[in-house]
């Protein structure tokens, strides 16, 4: 699974790739997906469980189903592809890569099921990243639109539903949040260090032969990374190499 040219087999099986879009996209289901903190108390407190590099897998694993949901629908999957590979790479060093900046100015709505959930999708990614590079403690929250919006457009949800409960189940022992009993300040002000904490591969979540340890995750990310085409994604900085 070095590039994301191979479709994940259980992305595959939740029938994401070619289907109709005949989800409901609704004002009221934009407005849940765009404000998303009442209500979903339960999916937050689970997402509080992964430290930072489990939970940008977490957010590079949503991105892909939703990636791969909108193939042949919009151009603007290009792009995502290009965001998602920025993603894994900013797992191994965030200065690597630069910000995933998306619609600065705020000009396009969250309308239209496709290009309307790809907004609301880069604009969570957006979000993201920029708690991560900042080391925020309230990381995790943002993700609970992400897993939302995924879980939406996904025509099987069971399955969709069977892969995340896994993952969830994974990332607690692998990748557990340290400071999950911590009384947190709510300024948002602190700066958590997530550099030391283990990286995690897109194998992870979603190769089942894949056996975890720290060794393989680090391989595995690395041969992905390895195999990019780094001039022609603007936002990764890797450093060059050598001749």
């Known amino acids: 699974m070095r590039n994301l040219n191979n479709v994940p087999k259980v ?3 939740s029938k994401s790739i070619g289907h109709p879009i005949n989800y409901k996209w609704t004002k009221k289901k934009i407005n849940k997906l765009l404000d998303c903190v009442e209500g979903n108390d339960d999916l937050e407190n689970i997402l509080m469980q992964i430290n930072h590099k489990g939970s940008m897998g977490l957010t590079a694993a949503l991105l892909e189903w939703i990636y791969w949901r909108f193939t042949g629908y919009s151009q603007a999957t290009h792009d995502t ?3 998602i590979e920025a993603l894994w790479c900013s797992i191994n060093n965030c200065v690597q890569t630069n910000p995933l900046l998306f619609d600065t ?4 709505p969250a309308s239209g099921s496709v ?12 979000i993201i990243d920029a708690r991560y590079r ?8 943002d993700l ?3 897993v939302l919006l995924a879980r939406h457009i996904t025509p099987k949800k069971k ?3 069977s892969w995340f409960e896994q993952t969830i189940m994974k990332l607690t022992h692998s990748h557990p949040n340290p400071y999950k009993k911590d009384k947190l300040d709510e300024s948002d002000e602190a700066v958590y260090d997530s550099s030391n904490e283990p990286v995690i591969c897109r194998e992870f979540f979603f190769d089942e032969k894949f056996e975890y340890s720290v060794e393989a995750s680090e391989n595995a990310i690395h041969g992905f990374i390895d195999s990019l085409d780094h001039k022609a994604n603007s936002f990764l900085n890797l450093p060059k190499k050598a001749s």
């Open 115 to 126: 290009n309307g959930a790809l907004w609301i999708a880069l604009m969570n990614v957006r």
């Open 144 to 146: 609970v639109g992400l």
């Open 81 to 83: 592809q290009k965001r």
């Open 11 to 13: 992305i595959l099986e």
């Open 159 to 161: 399955n969709f539903d």
């Open 105 to 108: 100015e705020f000009e396009i």
């Open 134 to 141: 900042k080391g925020s403690y309230f990381l995790q929250n």
